[in-house]
């Protein structure tokens, strides 16, 4: 069974109860679900996941203390306190993780604070340029069993995704760097005897490649580990989380590096194909760093676009 699958059934058997008989009053000002950090919270939890903060239970958001108070906050904690520790054969630790609990009653403004830095989802531009894409990741996935007072649905949608000229200063550096190290860097590191630069420049391209798709499908990518699965899961472009991991797996001798190649060039000129059907390129080539500069041009606000091309990566 999946965490997701896990907190929903464990607060439909406790929590929801717990709620409508201890606390009709505040019903209203709550929300209820399983969202931030961990796998279970993207749904990419197996069983070698339960190692580890996988448990039942759930997260109950709050809204600031003048619409619930610290009493009414400390009751809702004891109470949840209270359910049962055992369910459908998992147990809920007596310690907490690492990094603090993530489940329980949680103060919404808190949650967003440490995820984006803001306890309202109101970002800056430079908070958009440089807030970590796994950090807003975690703050929009998961799963919400109900929002009465709608303040966690309303900044979930509000940081969704980027600002589409956010989006496009994002994808012009990615495509740049991906330019640099896939389809030039390679090559000439091949050249100089440098397998190890070659090899670092391989995972340069395909990390950046991973971005642009991920851009591209219009999602954030997550924490490194859990990348490939997210890729293999967007409904573009995913078909490249093979390529790129037979890239950054396989070997450097004359026959590999010669389909390496091959293969960075056949992932370029999938993801250009995709720019140009977005509109996103004017550019007529197979180089990505052309691209690059035409994604940037197309950036509608002038502060933004003349800022350097790898401003936001």
Aim: charge should be negative.
């Amino acid at each position: 069974m999946k965490g997701l699958e896990l907190s929903r059934a464990y607060f439909e058997a406790y929590g929801r109860k717990m709620l409508e008989e201890q606390f009709p009053e505040v019903m209203p000002y709550l929300a209820a679900g399983l969202a931030g950090s961990g796998s279970e919270c993207f749904g990419f939890d197996d069983e070698v996941s339960r190692d580890h903060d996988y448990e039942p239970g759930f997260c109950l958001f709050l809204p600031p203390e003048d619409v619930v108070d610290r009493r009414t906050a400390f009751l809702l904690e004891r109470a949840y306190a209270k359910l049962p520790k055992e369910f459908m054969g998992f147990s809920r630790p007596l310690i907490g993780p690492v990094g603090g609990n993530r489940t329980g009653v949680i103060r919404t403004g808190g949650f967003f604070t440490e995820k984006l830095g803001t306890p309202d989802g109101e970002l800056t531009l430079r908070q958009w340029l440089t807030l970590p894409e796994q950090s807003l990741a975690e703050a929009v996935n998961g799963e919400i069993f109900f929002d009465h007072y709608g303040q966690l649905s309303r900044i979930r949608e509000a940081v969704s995704f980027f600002p589409e000229d956010i989006r496009r200063k994002k994808l012009a550096g990615h495509l740049l760097l991906a330019a640099q190290s896939g389809q030039y860097n390679y090559r000439r590191c091949l050249k100089h005897g440098e397998t190890g630069a070659a090899q670092m420049a391989v995972f340069e391209f395909a990390e950046n490649a991973m971005h642009v798709i991920f851009l591209l499908n219009r999602r954030y990518m997550p924490y490194y580990k859990w990348s490939f699965h997210a890729l293999r899961e967007l409904p573009v472009l995913s078909f490249e989380a093979e390529l790129a991991e037979y890239l950054i797996t396989s070997g450097n001798d004359v026959n590999e590096s010669e389909e390496k190649i091959s293969v960075i060039e056949g992932i370029a000129a999938d993801i250009i194909d995709e720019l140009i059907g977005q509109g996103l390129t004017k550019a007529v080539c197979g180089d990505l760093e052309k691209h690059a500069y035409s994604v940037n041009d197309s950036i509608e606000d002038g502060e933004l676009r003349n800022m350097h091309v790898l401003a936001a990566v």
